[in-house]
């Protein structure tokens, strides 16, 4: 009955991440520019024909974005370009322009846009009088619509579409390439269109407190799962408390049941820390101070777990999987190899997990990492050093000595 109790306890759980994260049905592939589009890095567009909208900005009086696809003779291409319905972009009215081989010869563009040998453009300017409106169900957004325009392309080539605005007024539009419905683009598009939704050189919104609680909540709940423990007792019938120094973690799995409970109790570790962190910041959207007790939860949660009495692990495998879901590779792997080497050189394992921890917060030092990132680091420190200070009394001991 146990066993069942704590395999409904995992299925609740999936359940609860499924419905969090389920996304909704999108008329085309949303997208955001997150850096600049200028006209030598545009933004590629893979298939014209597949609906993609890209939520873009003209930033400064020059600001020109540019968007790149390939297309081939007697194609139709289907721009559109709508203005959000933020505060002051009432008469915000870009200019649109499509550039490829084939097309008449203009010296409208701007000249940040030069000609390619043998390219013309359409200049699409926005329509006059009031623009018609539309209501978006799927965001709760309303939306001025301006030009719209499709075109059939005269020749197989590389064409661009520039827009930018000639009395140099900055905003938000939404740029709009092909008609046909398919699945895709920013899976984190939600959590993304309230920071979008604001005016032009306002600072961003940080996360709502209650998104932040929530997933601070479902953190710790995550990184409390003890799978090592239940690992080993399914794989293994063994409690791993009972194995080397009696922490409830991956190693003493491995100890009692080898890498059949091992392997596994490592990975779910490194999935609890991961999982919940990763699906924050690039789901929920939640970024800056908001990450701090969304990211520290799950080591929390592993080192102090309520299923076993607040006694927990020592959240090596769990902190792993915390800096993938913030910086995915890179803090995973420098904290990998300095524990190899630590472990390499050193018997004391204490001491190798901390010199890891530590030489990863030299990293985010020096590659100027943000203030919520290194506070992470440090909290994650102190939560390393607290489980492990019994073992740090011992010093370290030199493999060649």
């Keep these: 009955m146990k066993r069942w109790g704590k395999l409904w306890i995992l299925v609740t759980f999936l359940l609860v991440w499924a419905l969090l994260t389920a996304p909704p049905v999108w008329a085309h592939q949303p997208f955001f520019e997150e850096t600049d589009i200028p006209p030598d890095r545009p933004w590629r567009i893979a298939d014209p024909s597949v609906s993609t909208a890209v939520y873009a900005t003209l930033e400064s009086p020059t600001d020109v974005d540019v968007f790149a696809f390939d297309g081939r003779a007697g194609q139709e291409v289907y721009l559109f370009i709508v203005i959000p319905q933020i505060p002051g972009q009432e008469n915000f009215a870009p200019t649109m322009a499509l550039i490829g081989p084939g097309l008449a010869e203009s010296d409208a563009l701007p000249e940040a846009v030069p000609l390619s040998p043998g390219d013309g453009a359409v200049i699409v300017p926005p329509p006059e009088g009031p623009p018609s409106t539309f209501f978006e169900p799927f965001t709760r957004t309303s939306y001025w619509e301006r030009q719209e325009r499709t075109v059939i392309l005269p020749a197989d080539g590389l064409y661009r579409v520039a827009v930018w605005h000639p009395q140099g007024m900055v905003g938000r539009y939404v740029f709009t390439i092909g008609q046909g419905e398919r699945l895709g683009g920013d899976p984190a598009f939600v959590a993304k269109m309230r920071r979008y939704w604001t005016p032009v050189g306002s600072p961003p919104p940080g996360p709502p407190l209650g998104t932040v609680l929530l997933w601070t909540v479902l953190s710790?709940?995550?990184?409390?799962?003890?799978?090592?423990?239940?690992?080993?007792?399914?794989?293994?019938?063994?409690?791993?408390?009972?194995?080397?120094?009696?922490?409830?973690?991956?190693?003493?799995?491995?100890?009692?049941?080898?890498?059949?409970?091992?392997?596994?109790?490592?990975?779910?570790?490194?999935?609890?820390?991961?999982?919940?962190?990763?699906?924050?910041?690039?789901?929920?959207?939640?970024?800056?101070?908001?990450?701090?007790?969304?990211?520290?939860?799950?080591?929390?949660?592993?080192?102090?777990?309520?299923?076993?009495?607040?006694?927990?692990?020592?959240?090596?495998?769990?902190?792993?999987?915390?800096?993938?879901?913030?910086?995915?590779?890179?803090?995973?792997?420098?904290?990998?190899?300095a524990l190899t080497l630590a472990v390499a050189l050193n018997r004391t394992d204490a001491w190798s997990a901390v010199f890891g921890v530590a030489v990863l917060g030299g990293y985010l030092l020096l590659s100027g990492a943000s203030g919520p990132f290194l506070a992470v680091w440090a909290g994650n420190l102190a939560l390393v050093l607290w489980k492990h200070r019994r073992d740090l009394r011992t010093p370290p001991r030199l493999r060649f000595f």
């Design 220 to 337: 710790f709940f995550s990184g409390s799962l003890p799978f090592s423990v239940w690992v080993g007792q399914l794989v293994a019938r063994a409690d791993v408390r009972r194995w080397g120094d009696g922490n409830p973690g991956a190693a003493n799995a491995w100890r009692a049941g080898g890498w059949r409970a091992g392997v596994p109790a490592l990975l779910l570790d490194y999935l609890k820390g991961a999982t919940p962190v990763a699906l924050a910041r690039f789901g929920a959207g939640i970024d800056g101070w908001g990450l701090l007790p969304v990211a520290l939860a799950p080591v929390l949660g592993h080192a102090f777990s309520p299923f076993l009495r607040f006694r927990g692990g020592k959240a090596i495998a769990t902190t792993f999987g915390v800096w993938s879901g913030l910086t995915l590779w890179a803090g995973p792997t420098v904290m990998g190899l």
